[in-house]
């Protein structure tokens, strides 16, 4: 139960942790597209170094230990590539930067179709909440809190994706923060999925952890490494990416 009640308040506060992200549109200030880059590149690996230490890794040495060795690499691979393919499908439906081409275009009433826009931002931080509850059940805490810390850091970038898009249209500092949490919030509805469904088994655990895992490196490869390669900013967005990924590893590093 102790781990139950620590997985769930793992990603509670990892999602809370995106309402740090609509300071800055707060407060006035104005974010470069430089520095969006940079940030959404720190975001992807830190996504990048969690997805190897913080889940994959854990699930390969559960599923060693419960199944045979050549079985076990393969149940991880194929909870791995069903997490990928389960959000293909869903990005098929409403794609994850979709909040991206809203604000890129000026069309303000798209913008208030509120229900699509959340369900599109649902889609990107779904897996990041069942991570953050997955490290838990492992059994390691330190574990699970160097995967909650790191995506809770990660999360602020992304708040401040959100928030600066509804900024530019025109949204009152208000909604701004109302909506910015409410994408946060998903995260915690993602953490009691996952507990739900993998906590029934420890053969299921292995499955949930690589499954997580594939669904983060799809949205990472997908939407937010192309998304930071468009205004000519690669480089320090790839330098920014490197930098999330240590901070992720040495964070699972000190508490794993």
Known sequence: MEITVLAIAGSFLSGLATVFGILPILSGKKV????????????????????????????????NNIFENHFSIFIVSIGLLTGAVVFLIADKFIPEDYFIRIYENSDSKALKKMWLFILAITIHNFPEGMSSSLGFLTGDVGKGISLATGIGIQNIPEGLAVALALYLNNFSK???????????????????????????????????????AGAMLFVVSKEMIPQTHKKGFETQATFGLMFGFVVMMVLDNLFG
């Open 32 to 63: 470069s597209p430089v520095m969006q880059d940079v940030l959404l590149g720190f975001s992807a690996g830190i996504m990048l170094s969690a997805s190897f230490f913080s889940l994959l890794n854990p699930a390969i040495e559960m599923a």
């Open 174 to 212: 208000k909604d701004i923060f109302l909506i910015t949490l409410l994408t946060g919030i998903v995260e915690p509805i993602g953490g009691v999925v996952a507990v739900l469904l993998f906590s029934i088994s420890h053969y299921i655990l292995p499955v949930g952890l690589s499954f997580a």
